[in-house]
């Protein structure tokens, strides 16, 4: 059974904090993917990483870096947590050119207080 | 800027009723998918379609894309009280690496 598993089911950090959300895949996929699901705004794409140590932004990288130092795991890290980071983060994973499904992490409940 | 734009953001049907969203984009794209997501769930994937194909049917799921348009429709025929969830489209970019955009969604109720 395919598995993209997420470090946290939910945090809460306090403002300030550095914050750091893990994602581990078995499927030795090339493509990890973090996003941020709001209500009414629907999946919004913060960084993408297509290979180790490669990396693009999404349409909403501020605030947030990523590192990926070995094919299974990819990090979102909060630099400086602020409230308006609250969200639910889901990290998915595909094969290289895409041409499958996704598969979504169980996705990290983030409250900033 | 956004990649998939659906349209309704909301639709309301009653049961038996056909229900049908549709998504637009703006790059080349390898393929586009639907995914379904029940109230507090995680995305369900329904259907993929590859830029070379026109049609796609998958039960009472009906997809069609037009590359021409940048445009894909999603037809869920005899709606059904259980098919009341948020529905997504997503295009995975041409190319070598399948970047993967998301679109805001279409809320469907589906009243008995």
């Known amino acids: 059974d395919v598995k993209v598993t997420q470090s946290s089911r939910y945090l809460v950090k306090r403002t300030g904090e550095k914050v750091f959300l893990e994602c581990v895949q078995d499927?030795?996929?090339?493509?990890m993917f973090w996003y941020r699901q709001d209500p009414g705004l629907g999946l919004r794409l913060i960084y993408f990483?297509?290979?180790?140590?490669?990396?693009e932004k999404g349409d909403i990288p501020e605030g947030y870096s990523v590192s990926r130092e070995k094919k299974e795991r990819f990090s979102l890290i909060l630099e400086s947590a602020s409230t308006n980071q609250t969200s639910m983060y889901l990290c998915?994973?595909?094969?290289?050119?895409?041409?499958?499904?996704?598969?979504f992490g169980q996705g990290t409940r983030l409250t900033v207080v | 800027s956004q990649q998939g734009e659906e349209d309704p953001q909301a639709l309301s049907i009653q049961e038996g009723e056909n229900a049908t969203m549709n998504c637009s984009y703006k790059t080349s794209i390898n393929n586009l998918q639907w995914y379904r997501q029940n109230s507090g769930r995680g995305l369900v994937h329904l259907i993929l379609i590859r830029s070379n194909e026109r049609e796609k049917h998958s039960g009472r799921l009906r997809v069609t894309l037009d590359t021409s348009k940048k445009s894909s429709s999603l037809l869920i025929t005899a709606s059904r009280a259980a098919d009341t969830a948020s529905y997504f489209c997503a295009t995975a970019r041409s190319g070598n690496t399948g970047k993967l955009i998301f679109g805001q969604g279409t809320t469907l109720q589906v009243k008995p």
């Open positions: 998915v994973s595909t094969p290289g050119s895409g041409n499958t499904e996704a598969f």
């Open positions: 499927m030795d996929h090339e493509n």
């Open positions: 990483s297509y290979d180790v140590k490669m990396k």
